[in-house]
């Protein structure tokens, strides 16, 4: 993540959701001149493209307060706010900025107020109950974890496949925009990991890293358009369907990082370190990790005086150092 994206993801978390709107549609003047269609509502913001797939971000997040302090670990590629980030989906907004300044030009549709029930996807669906422009398929940025494909109650085995073969899982999930959209104009979609962990939490992450994997794998997506074929919406709640798949939330074997024997992943219990996850055993854990005072997280106990978590500890320090610099910030305009 380089400086210049850094700030413009800054920028993004720390507009409310009417700024961020008005921003963005000021800015998309500049990728979506005139002659195309556009529909800028109060509820949603939506673009017709030159490429046939739809893109999806929705604009709101679930704290009442933007953040003012945001880190970012340039080692871990990890980002947080003791504010609550908002990566839930600032990441997925900036996802597509970045997809659009590559060049590509797909329909976009950035919608309002997903978190209270996807009030802008349904008001879509209310100005457009037939799709108004030709979709192959939908394409929602909007999912914690690395590498999950989450398709809802579309059964469409070929898309499945289709976005699989991108190097996507297969992964359970319960509601975005498109759980509303895609049913309702008959179109297959899928919502992508764009790397955040966490949400809807004080103690939310995002992976940067996992962030620009994504957002390399639907631009590949996106040059493969000529190829794919249109991707029809099938409503299937079959359980042979549902649960005959290997989700990623099975169950799997892990070794204890201290002992080394094997368990059962849901019978450990996991650390981030730098890396990756590291997995202890129940016995192991009770020696070996702590929870935080503060956000409750699980973390390796190396001071056996510390009470907070590495992340705690951090803001503390930034704390007594008096550094208030961040107060002083107005959040800025994209344009």
């Known amino acids: 993540m380089n400086e210049k994206n850094l700030n413009l993801f800054k920028k993004i978390a720390r507009m409310n959701q009417s700024s961020l709107k008005e921003s963005i549609e000021k800015l998309m003047e500049k990728y979506y001149p005139k002659n195309h269609s556009r529909f800028l509502t109060k509820y949603f913001s939506f673009y017709e493209g030159d490429i046939p797939i739809l893109l999806v971000a929705h604009l709101d997040t679930v704290f009442p307060k933007t953040p003012g302090e945001i880190f970012y670990d340039k080692e871990a590629h990890i980002m947080w706010s003791p504010q609550g980030l908002g990566a839930d989906d600032r990441a997925g907004v900036f996802s597509i900025l970045q997809i659009l300044a590559r060049g590509y030009k797909p329909h976009i549709l ?76 008959r179109v297959a979609g899928v919502n992508l990991s764009v790397g955040y962990k966490n949400e809807h939490s004080m103690i939310e992450t995002l992976n940067t890293n996992s962030m620009w994997q994504t957002i390399n794998k639907v631009c590949k997506m996106l040059d493969d358009v000529k190829k794919s074929p249109h991707f029809k919406y099938i409503e299937d709640f079959d359980e042979d369907f549902y649960f005959s798949r290997n989700y990623s939330f099975v169950d799997k074997n892990v070794r204890c990082f201290n002992c080394g024997k094997i368990f059962s992943e849901s019978d450990t219990i996991s650390v981030l370190s730098k890396t990756e996850a590291k997995y202890y055993c129940i016995d192991c854990a009770v020696e070996k990790l702590n929870w935080c005072k503060n956000c409750g997280r699980t973390y390796e106990i190396k001071d056996s005086n510390s009470e907070l978590c590495p992340y705690c500890s951090a803001f503390k320090k930034i704390s007594y150092k008096g550094d208030k610099k961040w107060q002083k910030e107005q959040p800025p305009k994209l344009m």
């Not at 802008?120 to 914690?144: N, S, V």
């Not at 590498?147 to 898309?159: G, I, M, P, R, S």
């Open 110 to 185: 950035f919608t309002t107020d997903e978190e209270v029930g996807g009030i802008g996807a349904k008001m879509l669906i209310h100005h457009f109950p037939d799709c108004p422009f030709d979709i192959k398929y939908i394409i929602e940025l909007d999912r914690q974890g690395d590498l999950d494909c989450v398709f809802y109650n579309c059964a469409n085995e070929d898309f499945q496949k289709y976005v699989e073969s991108f190097n996507f899982l297969t992964d359970w999930g319960t509601f975005t925009d498109i759980s509303i959209i895609c049913p309702h104009w």
